[in-house]
């Protein structure tokens, strides 16, 4: 009895955490104008615990770990009344929560290791209930998207489809290897004007946006601009420093926005966790981010790093996950696959996600699409 209830109070404070987080954060700031999912537990879902935020930008998940009872039903209800979309996950038949497809506006159906051979009877149910959506979860191969495709379900997830095509030779081009030196440049607190102006001088596309830019930086100087490194120095490292990040994973495989998204939330939740392992937090963002980019262009991060102009230090972490970067990531690594002990990574992971669609909107609005 005490260790369920001390895992419930584990589940429970991370609960908290994450609302919390939302609530100090504000969901709009972290998800921009995406709908955000998020997981609750009972005591929210009951009414124990009231929710901090309103219906218009938030879905509901009710896990497969919820056990439906009257008090759970009667709680989903009033918050479907009150506007909330509520999202079934991992969907399983039998597990009592299909008392609750007339309430729900999304069923996660889970391709991979879920029970298929009664798929049939599910989407039917699902399908006498208007307006319902199924989401296709954990798709992985052409199968399981043809299975998806099969059945119509609306939306869709997984790796077969957030990853764009594997390249036949993952590499990156002169060009980008010298947007990455600029990110890994700008990182040091202690880098020399001088190089980080002659790596934009080299890369025409980011010296022509620092020199439009600084225009309007400039308004009201009554010298003009006569050299890249006045440019620079109006427009300031940490602006130019979001475009050279945004222009080197955007490069990659010209990503949808939302694995841009993704790639740069896990560098800056490596930056944001450096401090507690005692690594260098420039070190830490590059790390995140080139592993970001392997992800993008399907390769492992080892065999990039082996392209790049790296410290020992980054491409230790990256080739073999050694050394205080190499426990960054490997905790970021643990916090991604939900692995326990790792809760307390829910407010620095929003102020990453946070901080990415902020630079992210920033940099397209400069950034032709």
């Given at each position: ?81 009150a506007g909330y979309r509520i999202a079934l996950d991992d969907f399983v038949w039998g597990s ?51 299975l998806a495709d099969r059945y119509g379900m609306e939306l869709r997830q997984g790796y077969a ?209």
């Amino acid at each position: 009895m005490d260790a369920i209830e001390s895992g419930r109070q584990d589940t429970y404070a991370s609960s908290t955490v994450m609302i919390n987080a939302f609530t100090e954060f504000g969901i709009a700031e972290v998800a921009g104008s995406r709908p955000c999912f998020i997981n609750l537990t009972r005591e929210f879902l009951t009414g124990r615990l009231p929710l901090p935020f309103g219906p218009e930008q938030v879905v509901l998940e009710v896990l497969e770990t919820v056990a439906v009872d009257d008090d759970v039903i009667e709680g989903i209800t009033s918050l479907a009344e009150a506007g909330y979309r509520i999202a079934l996950d991992d969907f399983v038949w039998g597990s009592g929560h299909e008392q609750l497809l007339g309430l729900a506006s999304y069923v996660k159906l889970d391709l991979l290791d879920g029970d298929l051979t009664r798929l049939d009877e599910i989407v039917a149910a699902c399908r006498r209930h208007p307006g319902l959506q199924l989401v296709a979860e954990r798709l992985e191969t052409d199968e399981h998207v043809a299975l998806a495709d099969r059945y119509g379900m609306e939306l869709r997830q997984g790796y077969a489809l957030s990853r764009p095509q594997v390249l036949s030779t993952p590499s990156l081009s002169p060009s980008r290897m010298r947007r990455l030196e600029l990110v890994a440049a700008l990182m040091s607190p202690d880098a020399p004007l001088e190089k980080i102006t002659s790596i934009i001088v080299s890369d025409p596309a980011l010296a022509l946006r620092v020199l439009r830019v600084s225009n309007s930086a400039a308004a009201g100087v009554t010298s003009k601009i006569s050299s890249v490194r006045q440019a620079v120095m109006l427009v300031g490292l940490t602006r130019i420093r979001r475009w050279a990040t945004l222009m080197v994973v955007d490069d990659v495989a010209e990503a949808p926005e939302e694995q841009l998204l993704t790639a740069l939330t896990l560098a800056r939740l490596c930056e944001n966790l450096a401090p507690r392992f005692g690594a260098d937090p420039g070190a830490a963002f590059i790390s995140g981010l080139v592993t970001g980019m392997a992800r993008l262009t399907g390769c492992t991060a080892a065999a990039m790093a082996e392209q790049l102009p790296l410290t020992a230090d980054v491409s230790d972490a990256l080739t073999s996950g050694t050394g205080r970067l190499g426990a960054v990531l490997n905790a970021v690594r643990a916090y991604e696959a939900g692995e326990s002990g790792h809760e307390d990574l829910a407010v620095p992971a929003l102020d990453a996600m946070r901080w990415s669609t902020r630079t992210l909107t920033d940099a397209h609005g400069f950034t032709p699409r």
